[in-house]
């Protein structure tokens, strides 16, 4: 057998990677260059992508060259481009001044216990941008000069940015714990914009970004191959429950527009989660449309930059005007509820032609998303569950020990916290939950958020991976767990890796799988497989 | 070595009032002008420190959430990890600005033989909640050089500072305290590696001011007892603008009333601004109400959208042959060019000018036909 490469897991190997190295460089930080080894980084963006978006700079390059081909003005660029965003965002000026470098953060960042690298503490990672900022922009860094942590911009300092930049996924767990709440996403954020400037971008935002405008999903499935998946998918529901889908596609008059993370039409077990929207749409007889044109909810502009994100999220309301729809409702995605809670409704509201939401079986107003008019699957599942209008059987999810992941985004940009445990818990018999410091607003990131989960970042994504491999092998071996719950199409795209390399024994699942599983169905047939079309009676033995 | 240049810089700034305030000529400076000065750069600091946050505006509510939010009426909000009102934030920042919230969470990781184990570790929060407010009581208390007579409040306070009734005069317990606390954070940094390394020489030199600080004051209250009636003299000298510096009064009195003058100076220009900040913070003091109140971006741009049309137009035999309703059967006549494909975007005519717009405007210009 040929030798496994550094993009596959099986190259890695946890006795090793575990053992990580925390003690810091000989040589202070100003100093050290990072180590651009494969694993560590990922691919640069394909110039036809960033000619597509109209990025500047397309060219050829790659990390691992000596010379990045920066264009010739590349200071004035980012000085000027630092400048504007310093006048745009007042958070950039208050996290750049308000550090005292307490340490608070350091080991909060899943990135840095996997990796031991002390650039990786959030507080060096914003340095690496504050060093720059006090030498141009304060007056102690330009009489002080290092001893207050300045330091001039070379093209060192702006390599050291892509990789570390790229070596946060923009989770905001540090950001919980800092007495001045500094966000790190941020700071990684408006670096990477800086860095787009320059031409330096990676390929896995870029090219989601690029298809995305194009065909309205990161994947690039245009729509008749939209159409074809979904009923795939209503073939696959047919055969596990007997029952035959509708797949509203494009509908005019349809009261609600359904978005989800497009992931859910590509890869298990995210296709699995995307039966179980359409289970439940079916079993409540909800008057509903996907559509192809706004096609994905995730928005990999969040991680490329703030106007790319407005004009990828701009398609949702856009579509729901011109399909008429009452409301929206959105899918399990970490990221992308990130954009609709924070973002949305300041870049693309107000949405006046919607209505606030309603469900239209229970007549719960959504009063939270009065203005978005916008809700959450979870919010409105687990309304129907409260007012017993789903029947659910759980013990047809038997033999499964459900563990809940609670993704950075929902959890920390939102703090949908309770729903998706609510839902769980009447589509599962055993439920656990992962130590506290685990979960919830200090939940640890997959590893491969912020549009690193590429598998030329393998090394990085175990190691960013293992607090959370680490804590669901500790349910594991405590209480049986065998799936992980996850509300997110990049958890449910990149935890299945870091489970077979933490925890093997644990596989991957969204909520409405479960949820879509449990559910009895009019006319159904008796349930013997699920949605995987595997045996109920073998669930969790796998 | 970041540690010497600290401590360099404070042992220098020490030296200065030392030997300078021998000189008959020289106490004026340093009892008159010095306060006046850092006094001024304090106040005219910060309030440009502010003014300069204050000019940036807040495009975006980035709330960091830490708790259940609001939902449905029957799932518990957390209306202070997740405020939704003014007074929730209110409440949120009080709890972080007077007790430091943020930092009671913290936790400590280890690697365990290959497992990451954490445990809650309180001793930061202690020492820097002991630290920030035994300097403000200490800092009140020396309301009584600078009233007469003496607000009651002040000497309420000295009484119960003073409570241990140990020596005469009585020891306060707040400059044990933050002398102790000071201490603790200074030997934290150097200690532990990771800290080591994250720490610049302007890590240090707070820490060793204050430090100098409170115990030049614990010295002259305690060990050289230096003629309390001229320093009182002096400090109502310069509250009523009257600056008088009377003789008799220990030099190493103007050393304490210079380094906290340093203090005073340095504070808006340096991290200790923190001081300020943290009430501008927003992930802090924002409430999470997106999706409910409508937040306004000042400089906000319409989205630059690649539109339905545009899109139908490129697939719309794809979706008629797969049965996806359409708006048009045919494409629309076009005067110009056909249709949107990746391959035939104009590209930038040349690097220096699209270096030149993205300097000059911003980094997504997308769809130009879009305009």
């Known amino acids: 057998m040929a030798e496994a490469k550094f993009d596959e897991l099986a190259h890695y190997d946890p006795e090793k990677v575990s053992q990580v190295d925390y003690r810091p460089p000989e040589k202070d930080w100003m100093d050290t260059k990072p180590d651009f080894r494969p694993g560590t980084w990922i691919y640069p963006a394909k110039e036809k992508n960033l000619e597509y978006i109209g990025f500047p700079n397309a060219r050829a390059w790659s990390p691992a060259d000596k010379d990045w081909k920066l264009p010739k003005n590349w200071k004035q660029i980012i000085h000027e481009g630092l400048k504007e965003r310093l006048d745009k965002y007042r958070s950039l000026k208050i996290f750049m001044d308000n550090c005292v470098r307490c340490g608070a953060c350091a080991d909060k960042c899943h990135f840095y216990l996997g990796s031991g690298d002390p650039k990786n503490m959030p507080v060096l990672r914003a340095e690496l941008l504050r060093s720059v900022y006090k030498n141009d922009f304060t007056t102690a860094g330009k009489l002080l000069g290092r001893l207050v942590g300045a330091r001039p911009l070379t093209k060192d300092v702006i390599k050291e940015w892509f990789y570390y930049f790229y070596q946060c996924t923009e989770c905001r767990r540090c950001s919980v714990f800092c007495p001045y709440g500094i966000d790190t996403a941020e700071v990684t954020m408006l670096g990477r914009e800086l860095l787009n400037l320059l031409g330096l971008n990676v390929n896995w935002v870029m090219e989601p970004v690029a298809n995305c405008t194009r065909t309205g999903n990161h994947l690039g499935i245009q729509p008749h191959g939209l159409k074809s998946t979904l009923e795939f998918f209503a073939e696959d529901i047919e055969e596990a429950t007997g029952v035959a889908v509708d797949i509203p596609i494009n509908k005019k008059g349809a009261d609600i527009l359904f978005v989800t993370p497009s992931g859910d039409f590509l890869a298990d077990p995210g296709t699995f989660t995307c039966m179980g929207y359409m289970i439940l749409f079916h079993a409540i007889g909800l008057n509903y449309t996907w559509s192809t044109y706004a096609s994905d909810g995730g928005n990999f502009g969040l991680f490329t930059s703030h106007d790319k994100m407005r004009d990828l999220n701009a398609k949702i309301y856009a579509e729901a005007k011109r399909l008429g729809v009452k409301w929206i409702l959105g899918g399990e995605c970490g990221h992308m509820w990130r954009v609709i809670n924070q973002y949305m409704d300041t870049m693309n509201g107000p949405a006046d032609f919607l209505e606030v939401p309603k469900s239209p079986l229970t007549g719960t107003v959504f009063e939270n998303a009065r203005s978005t008019k916008m809700i959450h699957i979870t919010e409105f599942t687990s309304d129907l569950i409260k007012h017993k209008k789903l029947k659910l059987d759980p013990s047809r999810n038997r033999g499964l020990k459900v563990t809940f992941h609670d993704s950075c985004n929902p959890a920390r940009a939102m703090g949908i916290l309770e729903e998706p445990r609510y839902v769980i818990r009447h589509a599962v018999d055993e439920f656990y939950e992962m130590p506290p410091n685990t979960i919830r607003e200090q939940t640890f990131c997959c590893g491969g958020g912020a549009g690193l989960g590429t598998d030329e970042n393998m090394e990085m994504r175990l190691r960013g991976g293992m607090p959370r491999g680490n804590a669901v092998k500790h349910v594991a071996e405590k209480h049986g767990v065998n799936r992980l719950a996850a509300m997110c199409a990049i958890d449910r795209a990149t935890l299945p890796a870091v489970c077979e390399f933490w925890a093997p024994e644990v596989s991957v699942t969204g909520i409405h799988e479960l949820v879509g599983n449990a559910l009895v169905l009019e006319g159904e047939k008796e349930r013997e497989v699920n949605l995987r079309l595997d045996p109920i009676d073998e669930q969790g033995q796998e | ?371």
């Open chain 2, 1 to 371: 070595m970041k540690v010497v240049y600290a401590l360099v810089a404070v042992a220098a700034l020490l030296a200065l009032p030392l030997v300078g305030a021998q000189q008959p000529g020289l106490r004026a400076l340093f009892g008159t002008i010095v306060p006046y000065v850092a006094l001024a750069l304090f106040v005219g600091g910060l309030i440009y420190r502010v003014l300069t946050w204050a000019k940036s505006p807040v495009p975006f509510r980035i709330t960091t959430t830490c708790g259940q939010q609001k939902t449905l009426d029957w799932i518990k909000h957390d209306e202070i990890e997740n405020p939704t009102t003014t007074a929730g934030v209110i409440g949120r920042m009080a709890l972080e600005i007077l007790f430091f919230r943020s930092l009671f969470r913290n936790t400590s990781a280890e690697n365990y033989k290959g497992r990451l184990v954490y445990g809650s570790t309180k001793w930061l929060w202690l020492a820097g909640l002991a630290f920030h407010w035994c300097f403000l009581l200490v800092l009140l208390r020396h309301l009584r050089f600078f009233a007469e007579p003496v607000p009651g409040f002040v000497l309420g306070m000295q009484a119960v500072d003073g409570f241990m009734e140990i020596g005469v005069p009585a020891v306060y317990v707040t400059g044990v305290v933050l002398l102790l606390a000071v201490t603790f954070l200074f030997l934290r940094r150097v200690v532990s590696p990771g800290l080591r390394y994250i720490s610049l020489p302007s890590d240090y030199f707070p820490l060793f001011l204050i430090g100098t600080i409170a115990s030049t004051g614990i010295l002259l209250r305690h060990f050289i007892r230096t003629d309390i009636v001229g320093v009182k003299e002096l400090a109502m000298g310069l509250v009523t603008f009257q600056p008088n510096v009377p003789d008799g009064v220990h030099p190493l009195f103007f050393g304490h009333l210079f380094l906290v003058c340093v203090l005073f100076a340095y504070l808006p220009f340096s991290k200790l601004t923190h001081m300020a900040g943290v009430f501008f913070s927003p992930t802090r003091n924002l409430a999470n109400s997106n999706r409910f109140v409508r937040h306004v971006n000042p400089w906000a741009k319409p989205a630059e959208i690649h539109s339905y049309a545009k899109y139908e137009d490129e697939f719309r035999e794809k979706m008629i042959q797969a049965g996806i309703p359409v708006e048009r059967e045919t494409a629309e006549e076009k005067p110009k060019k056909k249709k949107a494909k990746a391959d035939d975007k104009p590209k930038a005519d040349s690097k220096a000018e699209a270096d030149q717009a993205a300097a000059a405007d911003r980094a997504a210009p997308a769809d130009k036909e879009e305009k």
